[in-house]
């Protein structure tokens, strides 16, 4: 007896009942409906067709010898058509020959029944068919799902062969590198990666095929990628082996240009005096320390310059704050000019306050240079209506030099040069002060 339960999935599903036998049809609908398919029925192959292309049955039973146009000549006709072209035809024939079967099956058959037909078998291979449609259903539609994701990413994949050919690169990754639609596949991973890096992970994947139990997962590194314009941007690079038959490698880029110019852009604000634009305190400190380490070893002389504007009150209250600002940038300025090696260094070191490094500068040459610095801000002609040293804006410098050994401080270094510009500042502005006692 065959069984009439009517299982979850014939719910929904709709067959078409093809034969010129009223009396077949009649008994094939009647068996379809007990299991709880939709059904339709057509008596020619003309009429199949029609029908076909309007509802799209989820499976066809076929007669093959009709009247007009038979069975096989109707699945040609189906296969030929894009929307009926998936849908499964079952033949069912008395003309049960080998080469009939082989036939039915060459025109793009699913599957092929011998009449007299046997109800239940009839009802198994319906119910096997649509199963297999389902399967293969959820499997397209899966793979469109993630084709979808793929495409949609913001992050660039790449799917790279153990040889080092690039199979596939999203169109993310084709939008980072400036390719065209799938102009990345094909290309070889030292286009993108320079040559020691691109060896890199090719002795890597090598190492994934012959033990791949023992290789670890490549974490995100940040690696130098070549755009198509040749040009190298910083990108996070995951590559990690796929599991499937070949041995296939997938790679996340993650664009971080933008992240690394803000990260360069926050560096800079960190070392950069914001008014004047040039070293900033921190900057000055972190730069002294390092150079008076290399003077130690080097038994080099290191040369320091205080430098503070004169009467630097009295020319905000006569000229304003604003006119105060400018005048401290065109003093940087000057500074900046005199700092040429890059071993020198001039920094805002606060408020109307300037300090200048020089490396492997001797006390005579700082001073010369801090005389020429002296006289370079009074040629600056700025205007200073309410200084009683000069009618111009004029600075007060202390120098000092020391080759340092490990009983020297920093901080007495910098209260040496403090002294002297103080010293200056008492001798009556617009000069350089230096006792040449040194650091000590
Ligand atoms: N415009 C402006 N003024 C500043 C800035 N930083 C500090 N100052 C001013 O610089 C002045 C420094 O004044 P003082 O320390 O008394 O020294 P001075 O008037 O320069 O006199 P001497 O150093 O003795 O020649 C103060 O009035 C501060 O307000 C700044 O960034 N912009």
Not at 332 to 351: E, H, K, M, N, V
């Amino acid at each position: 007896m065959p069984d009439f339960t009517v299982p979850p999935a014939a719910r929904h599903r709709a067959i078409l009942i093809v034969d010129d036998s009223p009396a077949n049809l009649g008994m094939l609908r009647t068996m379809m409906m007990q299991q709880g398919y939709q059904t339709f029925v057509a008596t020619t192959g003309e009429r199949a067709l029609s029908i076909a292309r309007r509802v799209r049955p989820d499976l066809i039973l076929l007669d093959v010898v009709m009247p007009g146009i038979d069975g096989f000549e109707t699945c040609r006709k189906l296969k030929e058509h894009l929307s009926t072209e998936h849908i499964p035809v079952i033949f069912m024939s008395a003309r049960s020959e080998t080469e009939d079967i082989v036939a039915g099956f060459d025109i793009g058959a699913a599957d092929y029944i011998s009449k007299p037909l046997r109800m239940a078998e009839v009802c198994a291979r319906v119910r096997a068919q649509l199963q297999m449609r389902s399967a293969s259903e959820a499997q397209k539609e899966q793979a469109e799902r993630l084709r979808r994701i793929v495409h949609g990413m913001d992050e660039g994949l790449v799917i790279v062969e153990a040889s080092g050919r690039i199979q596939y690169g999203n169109p993310a990754c084709e939008r980072y590198l400036g390719y065209g639609p799938n102009e990345l596949a094909g290309r070889p991973l030292s286009d993108l990666l320079g040559g020691t890096l691109a060896q890199e992970y090719l002795d890597y994947f090598a190492a994934c095929a012959t033990d791949p139990a023992a290789v670890h997962q490549a974490g995100a590194r940040e690696v130098l990628i070549r755009h198509s314009d040749g040009a190298l941007r910083a990108m996070d690079l995951t590559l990690s082996p796929m599991v499937a038959d070949e041995p296939l490698f997938i790679g996340l880029l993650h664009d971080i240009t933008h992240h690394k110019r803000s990260e360069t852009a926050l560096q800079h604000a960190a070392m950069v005096d914001q008014l004047t634009q040039i070293a900033n305190r921190r900057h000055f400190d972190h730069f002294l320390e390092k150079e008076w380490q290399r003077a130690l070893r080097s038994g080099q002389p290191l040369s320091l310059i205080v430098l503070d504007v004169d009467h630097f009150k009295l020319y905000n209250d006569a000229l304003g704050h604003a006119a105060g600002d400018l005048c401290l940038q065109k003093v940087a300025a000057a500074l900046q000019s005199r700092a040429l090696r890059t071993t020198d260094l001039a920094a805002r070191y606060g408020g109307e306050e300037f300090v200048l490094l020089f490396a492997e500068t001797t006390q005579d040459a700082a001073l010369v240079l801090a005389e020429s610095i002296c006289a370079l801000v009074e040629s600056l002609h700025l205007p200073h209506p309410g200084s009683p040293t000069s009618e111009w804006l004029t600075v007060s410098i202390g120098v000092a030099s020391i080759v340092p050994t490990k009983f020297d401080r920093v901080e007495q270094f910098f209260v040496t040069a403090d002294r002297e510009m103080y010293a200056a500042k008492a001798a009556g502005r617009n000069r350089v002060g230096s006792t040449g006692s040194g650091a000590g």
